[in-house]
Nanobody, 124 residues
Framework: QVQLVDSGGGLVQAGGSLRLSCAASGLTFSVGVMGWFRQSPGKEREFVAG????????RYVDSVKGRFIISKVDAKNTAYLQLNSLKPEDTAIYYC?????????????????WGQGTQVTVSS
């Protein structure tokens, strides 16, 4: 059974940084994409960033390009999302997710497993 455990959220002032972690266990496929989505009250869950597990290709939503960095450690089945230059509008619950396949998709319905979410709050 695939499980994802995401962590690392917290409260930070605008301009600050956080690092989110996502540890995967029970994986039965070698080709996949791990990513993060976020959801704030009253809004739909939106794609933030993704990384191809085998090739290392990455994709970001425009609003975080140049500020967030996604990376992975193969041996640990773990991915990280470094959040820099945080803004109040980045406040949301961030969800780690994983899908089979090589393409970094941006729709929630195309992802197979989800973490429990971690809260990121950015104060102004």
């Amino acid at each position: 059974q695939v499980q994802l455990v995401d962590s690392g959220g917290g409260l930070v002032q605008a301009g600050g940084s956080l690092r989110l972690s996502c540890a995967a266990s029970g994986l039965t496929f070698s080709v996949g994409v791990m990513g993060w989505f976020r959801q704030s009250p009253g809004k739909e869950r939106e794609f933030v960033a993704g990384i191809n597990w085998s090739g290392g290709n990455t994709r970001y939503v425009d609003s975080v390009k140049g500020r967030f960095i996604i990376s992975k450690v193969d041996a640990k089945n773990t991915a990280y999302l470094q959040l820099n230059s945080l803004k109040p509008e980045d406040t949301a619950i961030y969800y780690c997710t994983i899908r089979r396949g090589a393409v970094i998709q941006t729709q929630t319905t195309l992802y197979d497993y989800w973490g429990q979410g971690t809260q990121v709050t950015v104060s102004s």
